[in-house]
T-cell receptor, first 113, second 114 residues
Framework: GDSVTQMEGPVTLSEEAFLTINCTYTATGYPSLFWYVQYPGEGLQLLLKATKADDKGSNKGFEATYRKETTSFHLEKGSVQVSDSAVYFCALTGYSSASKIIFGSGTRLSIRP | GAVVSQHPSWVICKSGTSVKIECRSLDFQATTMFWYRQFPKQSLMLMATSNEGSKATYEQGVEKDKFLINHASLTLSTLTVTSAHPEDSSFYIC??????????FGPGTRLTVL
């Protein structure tokens, strides 16, 4: 079945460092890919998404490119801030909003001032 | 943007009692809603898919008689944890299907069973 594998955490970086969180997927068909972020004590927020190959999703300085050839959707940010400390989930789903979302295990990110 | 609310945001109950959690789509209609469970420092586990006007579809291993789901209208789904026990303590999150591949998540309900 469909699955998402993402980099295990926790990841600890200094402020202004470059961030990469790896995510690869296995899916039949052409899924949509997502990154969600969960701040402490809160629910999930959609960070960015891409719906087809070579699409780049971006938001708040974060970027991820849908790579069909490597089945990857790595999350990157050029300069992280303390406020980026959170848990990040890579996920995929089918075309319809009635499709299940398959989540990766989550990567906890901590940024040191 | 689309907003999904959950009520209550946190609840503490005694073992053996039942707890109802509501999930509402505030400014859109959702024929499909999803219920997830999240243990501390873990990912979300899909419990069931709730379809308006029909029975919920439960994931393997989820007890449907313990986690009762009702999707009575296009804007409301409820999850009732029956005869709750301490092992049911968790963070419960719902999501509602919007346009195309988009789902909107509620803020979650933290359940603590004493």
């Amino acid at each position: 079945g469909d699955s998402v594998t993402q980099m295990e955490g926790p990841v600890t970086l200094s402020e202004e460092a470059f961030l990469t969180i790896n995510c690869t997927y296995t899916a039949t068909g052409y899924p949509s890919l997502f990154w969600y972020v969960q701040y402490p004590g809160e629910g999930l927020q959609l960070l960015l998404k891409a719906t087809k190959a070579d699409d780049k999703g971006s938001n708040k300085g974060f970027e991820a490119t849908y790579r069909k050839e490597t089945t990857s959707f790595h999350l990157e940010k050029g300069s992280v801030q303390v406020s980026d400390s959170a848990v990040y989930f890579c996920a995929l789903t089918g075309y319809s909003s009635a499709s299940k979302i398959i989540f990766g295990s989550g990567t906890r990110l901590s940024i040191r001032p | 943007g689309a907003v999904v609310s959950q009520h209550p945001s946190w609840v503490i109950c005694k073992s053996g009692t039942s707890v109802k959690i509501e999930c509402r789509s505030l400014d859109f209609q959702a024929t499909t809603m999803f219920w997830y469970r999240q243990f501390p420092k873990q990912s979300l586990m899909l419990m069931a898919t709730s379809n308006e006007g029909s029975k919920a579809t439960y994931e393997q291993g989820v007890e449907k008689d313990k986690f009762l789901i009702n999707h009575a209208s296009l804007t409301l789904s409820t999850l009732t944890v029956t005869s709750a026990h301490p092992e049911d303590s968790s963070f419960y999150i719902c999501s509602a299907g919007g346009v195309k591949d988009t789902q909107y998540f509620g803020p979650g309900t933290r359940l603590t069973v004493l």
